[in-house]
């Protein structure tokens, strides 16, 4: 039981800095699904066409939030 306590404590403290992290980045979801809202969002560049779909406005917000994440690391 001892083993299984310290482990949960782990658990959470992996949970919180992930919850940490996502808090850090949300505004770029954020600013995403505001454009998708306007109906400014293009997928790629400007030149690219609109986005229509809620689902894929979701997909480009996490894509963009993991590149900047990426960019941060480094």
């Not at 699904?33 to 986005?51: D, Q, V």
């Amino acid at each position: 039981q001892v083993a299984m306590t310290i482990n949960r404590g782990r658990k959470a403290d992996a949970m919180s800095d992930t919850l940490r992290g996502r808090r850090k980045q949300g505004g770029k979801v954020q600013k995403v699904m505001h454009e998708f809202k306007e109906g400014t969002l293009h997928s790629g560049s400007s030149k690219g066409p609109k986005i229509t779909s809620r689902r894929q406005a979701i997909a480009v917000a996490l894509a963009e939030e993991r590149r900047a994440k990426g960019r941060k690391r480094r």
